[in-house]
């Protein structure tokens, strides 16, 4: 077939098809998100245009934000379907690697076709050309190497031939999965060459369940065995294997506590006798106890980040570690003992040589008791109170007002604090997508634009500051054109409100966070009116004052989400200074001037460096 290398790789994309973790079958690439540019308009851009019919492309606003669109697609799809976004050389390419940031911290996959520079540099220095006096094979789009875990250049048509393989190799493997990025040079885009047929074949990619070596799961019953106190954690690993009821039979079999990871969050149904909560800084102080107490902890598909960890003070210094994880370079952390393998798969063979064990009772037990007083905790920060609401209030309503199949997201701020500690999921399947990897401002808006495309047996609900709106707010308008219904909850406190809260509670100046803090020359600095912007960005806008108009705002934003198939946005104003606290240490740099760094020197000490042989 003579094919352009636009044309053919457009082919390419359309042939392939992803097994979702239910058994259906669905296009790997379901979207494509565009802003073109000379770089990429005539090549790629003709090519999708001529597939219009079976590829459907989105119009972005700006590169980052539909690029975070295609992340918030791949995570609400548990990585099952990969978005792609595709930009012009120099400053719309740069725009997108932030995303791959995302994608990269977050173990997702994503697609970035930047447009590049002409290979044959006959009329360099080109439009939006970076030249670099000792190399001119560096463009821009190197930048991208960084966070990308496969980058190619292709120079050639025919190279597609030995890359495409590749890219999706790395976008559908779960241990090695994350951003891929074929940067598309533009004279290259629409040269021709006989591409084999055979290429664009249907090929259907299913879950990979590695499974673990024998020595590994024998050594991991025997640590298991000799355990009086184990403690379950499941991470994001559990939710893209599918894995959550199997781990929640082998929890209740053996009578194991468990908790989540922010990316394992929803997994485990908040009235689940075993649920202890969310571990971590932004978890729950019941989690924390309990990890604190056990003398094995069995992690599944974890990064075991600082915010879950507690900077590695969460757990007792002679605790042992069981790793359960489809990446080595994850199950290895801190010495721990590495059980190589697919979530689901390794837990059905582990529970194989567990037959007949079973924990104290009364550790189990102590589970649902530490997290009933944590339930009561929340309950009281949730109580409604004089003044503009705090974030635990507004959260208890979106989650009260919420169905089991509804989809709830944040990223940045207090927010995820808020969320992943007071949020209490009912119906046992992922519906939280919370980025905390890389903790992108800006990515609560796109990536719920993303995550609305797929996401349609349930309404997704994104919660943010208005630090974060005015970040990133390009796709509000995208999602209202395209006709994407979702609920964007906007909390209005005038400044970085989590960052004040650090600054200020280690002994700081307030400084350059809530606006009566920054700099102006202006004797009646202007404010923003939230609502008036979402109204011009083409949305439904439902203004509240108060709890109780939060409360019947956001009803009336969901029936209209789903009734007029169009995003709608809730703006109310927030406590600045209320917050749900885990009681968890998180280490920062800090002078050793400021009060705060008593603090940090007493926890140091405590941090877990290497844990004990198993």
Sequence with gaps: MRLTTAQALVAWLIAQHSETLDGREVPMFPAVFAIFGHGNVLGLGTALEERRDVMPVWRGHTEQGMALAAVGLAKATHRRQVGVATSSIGPGALNMVTAAGVAHANRLPLLLLPGDTFTSRAPDPVLQQVEHFGDPTITANDAFRAVSRYFDRITRPEQLLATLPQVARVLTDPAETGPVTLALPQDVQVETFDFPETLFEPVVHRVRRARADRQSLAEASAALRRARRPLMILGGGVRYSGAAPRALEFAERHGIPVTETTAGRTLVPHDNPLYAGPLGVTGAASANAMAAEADLVLAIGTRL??????????????????????????????????????????????????????????????????????????????????????????????????TPSDYVMTASGGLPGELVGGWRATGGEPTMDVEYGFSCMGYELAGAWGAAMTHTRGLVTTMLGDGSYLMLNSELFSAAFAGHPMVAVVCENDGYAVIARLQEGQGGEPYNNFYAHCRTNHPRPPRVDFAAH?????????????????????????????????????????????????????????????????????????????????
């Design 305 to 402: 980040q600082d915010f879950t960890t507690a900077s590695w003070t969460v757990f007792d210094p002679a605790v042992r570690l069981i790793h359960i994880n489809a990446a080595r370079f994850d199950a290895v952390k801190h010495g721990a003992l590495d059980v190589v393998g697919d979530a689901d798969a390794t837990l059905a063979d582990l529970g194989d040589h567990m037959t007949g064990w079973r924990v104290d009772s009364g550790w189990t037990a102590r589970a649902a008791a530490v997290r009933s007083e944590w339930d009561t905790h929340i309950d009281k920060l949730r109580a409604p109170t004089q003044g503009p609401p705090t974030y635990a209030q507004i959260v208890g309503v979106v989650n009260e007002l919420s």
């Design 534 to 614: 979402a109204h011009a960005l083409g949305c439904l806008v439902f203004p509240a004052r108060d709890l109780a108009q939060f409360r019947i705002a956001y009803g009336r934003a969901r029936a209209a989400a789903t009734a007029e198939h169009h995003p709608a946005v809730v703006v109310i104003r927030t406590q600045p200074s209320s917050w749900t606290e885990a009681g968890a240490f998180w280490e920062v740099g800090v002078p050793e001037h400021l009060p705060g760094r008593a603090d940090h020197d007493e926890a140091k000490p405590r941090q877990l460096r290497y844990t004990r042989p198993t």
